[in-house]
């Protein structure tokens, strides 16, 4: 006969097994609070300054949160140029990353009202119209999805060509990087007499070693750090524009982190933003020399060469504002600079 017998437990005797089963869990440690990994890319080639400058922010990053975020550093355009980067942020496959007003503008184009070509004389009129606009540039990015947690810039603009270029019309003729996918950029060179190729920026190296391009708009230290100077050995003395850029994070990872994290990553994110920006200030007079050392021609331009290109900047400008820039933007960073040189003007006269 097969006897089955039934462990009935008493009230009693089930209080005891609850409260063992709640020490016994009491003994258990408590899980460590939630890491969030954080995947940021950037442009900066590995062991450049800026990238040295932004591991450092990492590192603070991880000691000022006590490892609850955690930054892992894609450098040199290994996760594609600017535009790859922004999709990927998209998607949620990178969550930060370093960019330049360029790929800034893939999210929204109010910050090109910084970089209008030969509107700004020196980095103190960028600087301040930044300042004034800044609040305005950062809402409009967070609004699609973006944190700005500090700016940068990687110095002036400059023309490097394979034969030497002075004036406007000595660039027309030359094969000219543009940016691929900003096709209204694009028809503005066009439309102003240029021959722009449009190109993603990590076929750069290649397309001027077999003279696909012939003329690069960067700036001398994108030039040295990458060699680009070596396959076009002249560079034009005139400034451009300032290449702006700044350090970004997803607004769905950036909510994942507690609000003191958050503060604490902004302070060190700032403080790297500072050093970046007074690295490309120091920088560029070094690099230039740097590279004249090693076969760069400087070609210089006088007063009245510059009012050419100034001329030339102008002559586009109807189209810039609201094809580039948007109206309104545009209009108020005009009106911010005008202000800032009236208020120079009024200071030296004192």
């Given at each position: 006969?097969?006897?089955?017998?039934?462990?009935?437990?008493s009230r009693?005797?089930?209080?005891?097994l609850?409260?063992?089963?709640?020490?016994?869990?009491?003994?258990?440690?408590?899980?460590?609070?939630?890491?969030t990994?954080?995947?940021?890319?950037?442009?900066?080639?590995e062991?450049?300054?800026?990238?040295?400058i932004?591991?450092?922010?990492?590192?603070?990053?991880?000691?000022?949160?006590?490892?609850?975020v955690v930054?892992?550093?894609?450098?040199?355009?290994?996760?594609g140029?600017?535009?790859?980067v922004?999709?990927?942020?998209?998607?949620?496959?990178?969550?930060?990353?370093?960019?330049?007003?360029?790929?800034?503008s893939?999210v929204?184009?109010?910050?090109?009202a910084?970089?209008?070509?030969m509107?700004?004389?020196?980095?103190?009129e960028v600087?301040y119209v930044?300042?004034?606009?800044?609040?305005?540039?950062?809402?409009a990015?967070?609004?699609?999805?973006?944190v700005?947690?500090n700016?940068?810039?990687?110095?002036?603009?400059?023309?490097?060509?394979?034969?030497?270029?002075?004036?406007?019309d000595d660039?027309?003729?030359?094969?000219l990087?543009?940016?691929a996918?900003?096709?209204d950029a694009?028809?503005?060179?066009?439309?102003?007499g240029?021959?722009?190729?449009?190109?993603?920026?990590?076929?750069?190296s290649?397309?001027?070693?077999t003279?696909?391009v012939?003329a690069?708009?960067?700036?001398?230290?994108?030039?040295?750090?990458?060699?680009?100077?070596?396959?076009?050995p002249?560079?034009?003395?005139?400034?451009?524009?300032?290449?702006?850029?700044?350090?970004?994070i997803?607004?769905?990872?950036?909510?994942?982190?507690?609000?003191?994290?958050?503060?604490?990553?902004r302070?060190?994110?700032?403080?790297?933003?500072?050093?970046?920006?007074?690295?490309?200030?120091?920088?560029?007079?070094?690099?230039?020399?740097?590279?004249?050392?090693?076969?760069?021609?400087?070609?210089a331009?006088?007063?009245?060469?510059?009012?050419?290109?100034?001329?030339?900047?102008?002559?586009?400008?109807?189209?810039?504002?609201?094809?580039?820039?948007?109206?309104?933007?545009?209009?108020?960073?005009?009106r911010?600079?005008?202000?800032?040189r009236a208020?120079?003007?009024?200071?030296?006269?004192?």
């Amino acid at each position: 006969m097969n006897l089955r017998l039934r462990f009935v437990p008493s009230r009693a005797c089930v209080l005891s097994l609850a409260f063992l089963s709640a020490a016994g869990w009491a003994l258990v440690p408590r899980a460590a609070a939630a890491q969030t990994i954080v995947k940021m890319a950037t442009l900066a080639p590995e062991g450049s300054s800026y990238h040295l400058i932004l591991k450092e922010m990492a590192e603070r990053w991880k000691t000022a949160t006590n490892g609850r975020v955690v930054v892992r550093m894609y450098p040199g355009s290994v996760a594609g140029d600017d535009a790859d980067v922004v999709r990927k942020m998209r998607l949620g496959s990178l969550n930060a990353a370093l960019l330049t007003s360029v790929g800034l503008s893939n999210v929204d184009r109010t910050v090109f009202a910084l970089e209008v070509p030969m509107m700004y004389a020196s980095d103190d009129e960028v600087d301040y119209v930044l300042g004034k606009m800044e609040p305005r540039i950062e809402a409009a990015l967070a609004a699609k999805g973006f944190v700005v947690l500090n700016w940068a810039d990687a110095g002036w603009v400059r023309f490097f060509t394979k034969t030497p270029v002075k004036t406007p019309d000595d660039l027309k003729p030359l094969k000219l990087f543009a940016w691929a996918g900003d096709t209204d950029a694009i028809e503005i060179w066009k439309g102003a007499g240029f021959n722009p190729v449009p190109l993603p920026s990590t076929e750069i190296s290649t397309a001027l070693q077999t003279g696909l391009v012939t003329a690069l708009p960067t700036t001398p230290q994108a030039a040295v750090i990458l060699q680009w100077y070596t396959h076009a050995p002249n560079m034009t003395d005139v400034r451009w524009a300032l290449l702006l850029g700044a350090t970004v994070i997803s607004k769905a990872t950036w909510d994942k982190i507690s609000p003191a994290d958050q503060k604490a990553i902004r302070d060190a994110s700032r403080e790297a933003g500072a050093r970046l920006r007074a690295e490309s200030k120091a920088a560029g007079a070094r690099d230039v020399e740097a590279m004249r050392k090693r076969g760069l021609t400087v070609v210089a331009v006088d007063p009245k060469t510059e009012a050419l290109w100034r001329t030339a900047a102008e002559a586009a400008y109807p189209r810039i504002r609201g094809k580039i820039v948007p109206e309104d933007a545009f209009d108020e960073a005009k009106r911010l600079l005008a202000d800032y040189r009236a208020k120079k003007a009024a200071a030296a006269r004192r």
